[in-house]
Each structure stands twice: as C-alpha cells, then as structure tokens.
C-alpha cells in the first residue's frame, strides 16, 4: 500500500495526469463545509476549460476514490475545528517574502528536490522489503529532514512550480510535502499550489492530491478521493461520490474503480 502514490508521482513525474489534487476555498479551508451546497475548489480549472464539478458528501466512502497514505499521521485525523488556513510561522517557512530564484539557483534547488524525494522511496522500498524499526525511524527522520529543506526553500522563494523548478522536481516537492509532519505548513503549501494552479504554473492533480491530504487530516471528506485508510484499505470519506468520477476527470485522473483495480493487485 505504502508507496503507491510515490510511484504515480515519482516514476511518472512528467506526468501529472497519472495522480490527483483538489482542495477546498483556500480562505475557508480544504473542504469548506459539508452540506449540500456546492463544494468544489474556486480555482481548480477543469481539464479543457470551466469550473470542476460541485458536490459535497459525508458519507463513508464506498465510492471514494484511491490514494494512499503517505506521512507519519496518516492514521489520525486532526480536530475539524481546526482552522483551515495555516497562520504565518516563520519557523515552518509561511509568511516570508518570496524572493524569484534565478536559473542557476533553480536548477540547484531542482536537483535537491529530486535526490531528497528519491531518497525518500529508496527508503520507503526498503523498509518495505525488510522492516524494522531502525529504517522505519530512517524514513522518520528522512521525511522530518526534507520537510525542513522544502519549508526553507518555500520560505524564501515560494512554492517551487513547474515553470521554475521543472515538472519533475514541482512533483518532487509536492511528494516531500506529502510527507511532511507539520499540518500547518502543508495547509500553507496548499494555498501557495492553489495560487500557482490557479495562475497555470501547476497542473491541478498537484492541488488535488494535497487538499485532499488535508482534507483527512481536518477530519473532512476529500473532493477527489485520493487517500485511502491504510488499515481498513478503504478510502476515506469523498464528498458527493455519485459526481466524483466527473471531478476527478476534471484534474486528469482516471475513474476511481479503475484506480481501486490497480491497488488491489499491488497489495
């Protein structure tokens, strides 16, 4: 189970279609509320122009979509009272002015982004394979230690989007994000790709996947479905899942059966 979403991010990095992101209003929260009013993230456009489908449902997800859990508290959820949009924290690398990077620092901070997200699988692989807690404590300080880099690099020069670091390593970063322990850095974050999808630097499966990761962390139904519980191997409560097909064609992924077929023959 753990690292199947790696493989869509990492092996199929230039391609963006392969995995999926959706939020909530980036002022209200990943999901904004669950009642029956349309729940849909304002600037995640649909593939081909327009707005992505609305819908929002708490049921529990027989008809959610695939995903996998990715970080240390994949398991529990925070509190849905929790405010949504993440306070400025110079620590965790919110609130600073973004200053542009230039090519040659682009290109260094590229390089980063990908050797520590390979390093991050290899990792995961191996703990895989073999067990124990000593590597399990390896991934721990592993994702601990890129989350810190990835929030320096963040805090100083935004969200590292395709059109400055590469497909390849916006994906890299957008894996390390995943990881990273601290919930109100990766709410921050989420704004930041909402801004950048909405701006056209970030294809919007990247916003998907991370408003959806925050999504389960509030205690929210996803708008994708993208991130399944790793003990009962079923996914997480999706928002309206009679349209959920529809949404998530919209951002690049494919039906959500199909996705399911895929994971069952990987565990």
């Known amino acids: ?59 529990e997800g027989a008809d959610t979509a695939v995903g996998t859990e990715t ?20 620590a965790s690398g919110c609130g600073h002015q973004a200053t542009p990077l230039s090519p040659a620092l682009a290109s260094a901070v590229a390089d ?16 895989g394979a073999a067990p124990t807690p000593q590597r399990r404590g390896r991934i721990v300080r592993c994702h601990r230690d890129n989350a810190e880099a990835l929030a320096a690099i963040v805090g100083r020069h935004g969200w590292p989007a395709d059109d400055v670091v590469g497909a390849q390593a916006s994906t890299a970063a957008l894996m390390i994000l995943l990881h990273a322990p601290d919930l109100r850095f990766r709410l921050h974050c989420r ?20 408003a959806d990761h925050c999504a389960v962390e ?19 409560p999706v928002r309206r899942p009679q349209n959920l097909d529809e949404r998530r064609r919209d951002v690049g992924l494919g039906p959500l059966e199909e996705q399911m077929r895929a994971l069952r023959l990987q565990t």
């Open 71 to 90: 970080s240390e508290s994949a398991g529990t959820s925070v509190s849905a009272a929790q405010p949504a949009a993440a306070p400025v924290d110079a």
């Open 191 to 210: 704004d930041l790709i909402a801004q950048a999808t909405a701006d056209g630097r970030c294809p919007a499966v990247h916003l998907a996947y991370i």
């Open 112 to 127: 980063e982004l990908v050797r520590r997200a390979e390093e991050d699988r290899d990792l995961t692989r191996e703990a």
């Open 1 to 59: 189970m753990k690292g199947s979403m790696e493989r869509r991010l990492g092996e199929n990095a230039d391609s963006p279609a392969d995995s999926t992101f959706a939020s909530g209003n980036p002022s209200d929260g990943p999901c904004g509320d669950s009642s029956d009013a349309p729940a849909r993230h304002p600037l995640v456009p649909r593939q081909g122009g327009g707005a992505p489908t609305e819908g929002a449902d708490t049921s």
């Open 218 to 236: 509030l205690g929210e139904p996803q708008f994708y479905g993208t991130r399944i519980n790793p003990v009962t191997l079923r996914p997480y």
